[in-house]
């Protein structure tokens, strides 16, 4: 059974740094998309970044240049460096992992095509 655990998360001021990992296990399929996403409360989770199987990214515009996800070597440790860091990007953060490769995983598919997802890990910026 597939399994996703983040850490790394907590509580910065603006302009500060943080590094959210993901460790995967027990995926039924070989190395494949991995994203991540953030979901503030009263509003709907949204992705940030994605990686593919070959290590091809894709971002939000709103953390393009502040954000840089990557996987490890064998692809089952997925990272989001968090840079320049605003409020506006407090919310609970979610890796995330689907059996969807290159093209598939790099045209932002919806939560819903993800079928693993981690508990969470709360990032705080404040102001």
């Known amino acids: 059974q597939g399994h996703l655990v983040e850490s790394g998360g907590g509580s910065v001021q603006t302009g500060g740094s943080l590094r959210l990992a993901c460790a995967a296990s027990g995926l039924p399929y070989s190395t494949s998309c991995m994203g991540w996403f953030r979901q503030a409360p009263g509003e709907e989770r949204t992705g940030v970044a994605l990686?593919?199987?070959?290590?091809?990214?894709s971002y939000a515009d709103s953390v393009k240049g502040r954000f840089t996800i990557s996987r490890n070597g064998d692809g089952y440790t997925l990272f989001l460096q968090m840079n320049s860091l605003k409020p506006d990007d407090t919310a609970m953060y979610y890796c995330?992992?689907?059996?969807?490769?290159?093209?598939?995983?790099?045209?932002?598919?919806?939560?819903?095509?993800?079928?693993?997802w981690g508990q969470g890990t709360q990032v705080t910026v404040s102001s």
């Open positions: 995330a992992s689907a059996p969807l490769y290159g093209a598939s995983c790099l045209a932002w598919p919806t939560p819903s095509r993800f079928d693993y």
């Open positions: 990686i593919d199987e070959d290590g091809t990214t």
